[in-house]
């Protein structure tokens, strides 16, 4: 009776292919998750049947658009990403039946299966899309992949627990997806450069490209990266304006982009071409200079592939005094008389560290002097890409410490005048027997020290508060030269 009056009572792949056709002809197409999936399983379970229908579906997909995903304006209706598994599991569940505008997509387009940063979906900025964040990896195996794979050319399982890169990646001869199934650098690196160009964006670009960043980073440090593809990356970073700035710039690496790790050093060249990469608070480097710890080390192999450096591993700086006065009042106070009390301060507050320090402080005492002066200026440079010469900048300074290029004598400069040049003193006094960062700690004792003294008070006795009793017998006393007890 059904064939008698012209109703077909079963749905070929021919004839739901020529429906998916005529879906595409429009400029957007109203329907659900569950609808699409279920016309995706059907193509697989015909596919599976012969050969022909299964190129004729091939042929299909590489001709006209067939693939359906929800524009991404759906997101904000509910189809987002989750925090949770549980969460992702009960939007993919309570979404899939919701009706929602989308558009249909052919495999020309910028299409992936996988997204590792999730950058892709979450941004208007680029029209790539991403299957898996509205497909069920069971859907995406049963159709995208599973009729590439039951030839011999590998597993599903295989495929999506694949880490790194795009199609040719896969050692399976002959093997190639419906569509890629991750981006590759250049895909990436197109991204960047979409993010770059929104206007007004800010730190929501900024946040999405060091997610990608910080993808490519984990993949180099874990060695997952091959070799050419890290040659390619180095290149791309290094000639596009790929990498956002404090400043809200994107730059290319060859104009000179630093880790900032010391805002003071920054400061001296805010006006230059000077550029420092953006970084979450969470990543920011705290009171260290040059060293990678928590949030910031995910990065080390990407900065160091890319030659990104340390804004304080890079400048040298040299202190360009007037009228410089060697036997002052302050001069005596910190070359005379103050190393014992510091060393003192270590060997009972630090004890953990009083080695360490020791091993530093012990071979440079010999060569440390200090002088005031008049007037001080500390010129700046910058060691800048090959490509660039170096960046100076000449700052005026109360107090710098100043280490000889033979790194065994070493000079204090202070400004005489005020109590606030000597407090910059100390911060850099501090730096002496703590190199990565003023010591706050250290500093205090030292300000404290120098308050009994001038109050005429017993230092001794101010010691002796704190516990700083005299050092033993077997002990070198630091003084300026080293002295034996």
């Not at 979450?122 to 590439?148: C, E, G, I, P, W």
């Amino acid at each position: 009776m059904l064939s008698w009056l012209g109703v077909k009572s079963t749905v070929t792949a021919a004839s739901l292919l020529s429906v998916m056709r005529e879906w595409s002809q429009q400029e957007s197409f109203t329907t659900s998750l569950l609808h699409m999936t279920t016309v995706y399983e059907r193509l697989s379970w015909e596919m599976a049947s012969d050969a022909a229908t299964s190129s004729m579906v091939c042929a299909a997909f590489e001709s006209s658009a067939m693939i359906w995903l929800p524009t991404k304006d759906a997101i904000s209706a509910g189809l987002g990403p989750s925090s949770t598994e549980e969460d992702e599991w009960q939007r993919r569940h309570s979404n899939r039946s919701r009706l929602v505008v989308g558009c249909f997509y052919g495999t020309a387009d910028k299409l992936f299966v996988r997204d590792h940063t999730h950058v892709i979906e979450s941004t208007n900025a680029s029209s790539m899309r991403v299957l898996l964040k509205y497909y069920s990896t069971d859907a995406l195996h049963s159709f995208f992949l599973q009729h590439y794979t039951h030839a011999g050319y590998g597993s599903p399982a295989m495929l999506g627990a694949t880490p790194w890169g795009s199609q040719h990646h896969f050692a399976a001869p002959g093997f190639q997806p419906i569509v890629p199934l991750y981006p590759s650098i250049a895909d990436y690196c197109e991204l960047l450069a979409c993010l770059a160009a929104q206007q007004g964006s800010g730190a929501a670009s900024c946040e999405q490209a060091l997610q990608v960043l910080l993808h490519w980073s984990g993949l180099i440090g874990a060695a997952r990266m091959p070799s050419g593809d890290v040659d390619l990356l180095r290149s791309a970073l290094y000639s596009r304006a790929l990498l956002p700035t404090v400043k809200g710039q994107w730059v290319a690496a060859s104009e000179g982009v630093y880790i900032l790790d010391d805002t003071e050093l920054a400061a001296a060249f805010q006006d230059k071409a000077v550029h420092f990469l953006w970084l979450p608070e969470a990543m920011k480097p705290s009171n260290t200079r040059g060293v990678l710890a928590g949030e910031l080390g995910r990065l080390q192999p990407l900065l160091e592939a890319v030659g990104i450096p340390w804004l304080s591993l890079s400048v040298m700086h040299e202190a360009v005094p007037s009228g410089s006065h060697f036997n002052t009042q302050v001069t005596h106070m910190i070359t005379a008389s103050f190393f014992p009390y510091l060393q003192r301060f270590f060997f009972y507050h630090r004890p953990t560290e009083y080695n360490r320090v020791a091993g530093r402080v012990l071979p440079l005492l010999p060569g440390f002097s200090c002088s005031e002066t008049t007037e001080l200026y500390v010129l700046y440079t910058l060691a800048s890409p090959a490509s660039k010469p170096p960046v100076s900048s000449s700052i005026q300074r109360n107090a710098v410490l100043q280490m000889a290029e033979d790194g065994l004598r070493c000079m204090l400069h202070v400004v005489e005048g005020d109590a606030g040049n000597l407090h910059d003193a100390f911060c850099q006094l501090s730096m002496f027997f703590t190199p990565d960062a003023v010591d706050t700690d250290l500093l205090a004792f030292m300000q404290a020290f120098n308050a009994t003294q001038l109050a005429d008070q017993s230092i001794e006795e101010f010691m002796a508060r704190r516990g700083f009793n005299a050092m033993p017998e077997h002990e070198d006393i630091w003084g300026v030269p080293v002295s034996r007890k």
